[in-house]
């Protein structure tokens, strides 16, 4: 058998035997009602939830973070995006339900979630990350520099939608 044949069914072996140990730990985790997914909900997102609202000035600073550093920061974030704060949003949506209103819900002694999903949707996440469409509002109102109006130009019809990740990838490498 050539040397490359060998070394390629040699480099299957590590696979198999990881994918194989995991498929047992995953059908022991089924038998007992249970899964990886649920395990690690468990023992990071519950924790972190307990922290209140840190958690998502965490996420609002993590986020810009991120794209500092060319890594797409809601992407990375999504876990605690989808894990916390959208399971925040459904319980200030099952307050509004039993209350009828904020300030009722608020009268009883209840607490919202400030930092639930529609929150960053709706102030942080607003034209892209970080508000990056009134970064481009202001820079169409006060930048002089002709390839600062050029990027500005192209990216406002993306970031009227939400899509900014060449956007702010270009502003961070000019």
Request: proline fraction near 3%.
């Amino acid at each position: 058998m050539p040397g490359s044949v060998s070394r390629s069914f040699s480099a299957l072996i590590p696979g198999f035997l990881i994918l194989s140990i995991f498929g047992i730990i995953s059908w022991a985790l089924a038998s007992y009602g249970s899964n990886f997914h649920q395990i690690i909900m468990d023992s990071i997102s519950t924790p972190l939830a307990a922290m209140g609202s840190v958690v998502g000035w965490a996420y609002v600073i993590f986020n810009s973070l991120l794209w500092f550093f060319g890594v797409h920061g809601s992407l990375a974030l999504t876990a605690l995006d989808n894990g916390i704060m959208t399971p925040w949003a459904l319980e200030n949506i099952a307050l509004y339900n039993q209350y009828g209103s904020v300030d009722a819900a608020i009268e009883a002694g209840k607490q919202f979630h400030f930092w639930a999903k529609p929150m960053l949707d709706s102030y942080i996440l607003l034209g892209g990350s970080g508000a990056t469409l009134g970064l481009i509002i202001a820079i169409f109102i006060a930048s002089r520099r002709a390839d600062h109006r050029q990027v500005a130009k192209l990216a406002l019809r993306q970031a009227s939608s939400r899509l900014t990740n060449r956007f702010c990838l270009v502003c961070r490498s000019s």
